[in-house]
Structure formats: C-alpha cells, structure tokens
C-alpha cells in the first residue's frame, strides 16, 4: 500500500511539473514552485526524485514509452508503408497537441539552463523516430517495391522535420496554433515529395 502512495506521489508530482510547464512558458521552474503546486515540501519532492533532472527524465520517458508503445501498435496494424509513415506522424502531433507542456521538452525549450543529458535523451528519441521511419520505408522497398524520390535517409528526414516543424510552431505560438492544424491538407502533398507514385 505504501509503494502504491509513493507512485502515485510521483505522478502528482510529474503531472504538476507538466502543467507549469503548459501554463508558465518561458518561465523557469524552480523546485520550490514546484513544490507549492504539488503542495509538499521541497524535502517532499527530493524523497521522491533526487533531482529536478530526474523529474525531467520521468517526463521524457513518458514521452518515450507512449510514442513507442503507439508506434508497434500502428506497425502491426497498418499494412503498407505509406500509411505506417502517415499514423506515425499524426499520433505524433496529436500527442504533442494534447500534452503543450511536455511538447515545450521536444522542442528544448523547457531544458534551456538544464543538464545536457536531458537535450541528448530528447536527441536520442528524435533519431529513434527517423530510424524507426527509415526501417519501414526500407522494408517497404522490399515488400512493396516502393520508391521514393529522395534517398532512403533524406525521405525519412524530411517526413520528421515536418512533423518537427509543426510541433515546434505550436510551442512558439503558446500553443494557439494546433500542430494538427492542416496537416490533413499538407500530409498528401508530403507524401507525394517523398513517395513515387505507382
């Protein structure tokens, strides 16, 4: 009973984090704040997380276990290449577009003035999802004798940095503008840059 107090301490304490971060960007969060909005001590938070980096990482890995776990999901369900590429793409800007504040750590910047360890993690996963993409397009050169228009590597590049780029135009705008916004427009017109048609 008291492990099931302390893990959902943990979480209060990671969800509290994740709403500072949504309502307070570009401010610094400190661990006294932090504090305040849980409503324990600073000692309270420490008991759970030696430090604020580690509540940080609690966030990304998260961000990971949620995007990954989706992804074989979507691996296993969808059939052809294009479509895995397109689910993918679209649960990742939905799942930025639900969660602003833990968005503000994809993009880095709520890890301004952090550990380098915690950019690099987010680094790590970014070029997990490209290489995650560029396996499915290889396997789909093989399977379903699909082509792209760029290398294997420059297509799988491109189909992230769109996603990037919208995710990141969320953050900048404070989150008024929806990553989600147009992308059902622009999602044929990407795939037609990076596909070759039958």
């Given amino acids: 009973m008291d492990k099931t ?26 661990t006294s704040k932090l504090a305040k909005e849980v409503g324990v001590s600073e000692a309270a938070l420490y008991r759970h997380f030696p430090s604020k980096a580690k509540m ?72 997990r999802l490209e290489t995650q993409l560029k396996q499915i397009i290889r396997e789909a050169e093989v399977r379903e004798g699909l082509r792209t228009n760029l290398t294997l590597t420059g297509g799988a590049n491109l189909l992230l940095a769109a996603a990037e780029g919208r995710i990141s135009q969320y953050v900048r705008s404070e989150f008024k503008r929806p990553p989600t916004e147009f992308w059902s427009d622009q ?4 795939a037609s840059a990076v596909f070759k048609s039958e």
């Fill in 56 to 127: 940080f990482e609690g966030l990304i890995e998260f961000i990971e276990e949620t995007i990954f776990s989706r992804i074989n999901l979507i691996v296993n369900e969808e059939q052809t290449a294009i479509r895995r590429c397109e689910k993918i793409l679209s649960m990742l800007l939905a799942f930025a577009e639900k969660n602003p504040g833990i968005t503000r750590i994809l993009t880095g910047d709520a890890l301004a003035g952090e550990t380098a360890r915690l950019r690099n993690r987010v680094i790590q996963l970014f070029d």
């Fill in 187 to 190: 999602w044929p017109l990407l």
């Fill in 5 to 30: 107090r302390k893990t959902s301490r943990k979480e209060q304490i990671l969800q509290a984090l994740a709403t500072m971060l949504e309502t307070s960007p570009g401010a610094r969060i400190t």
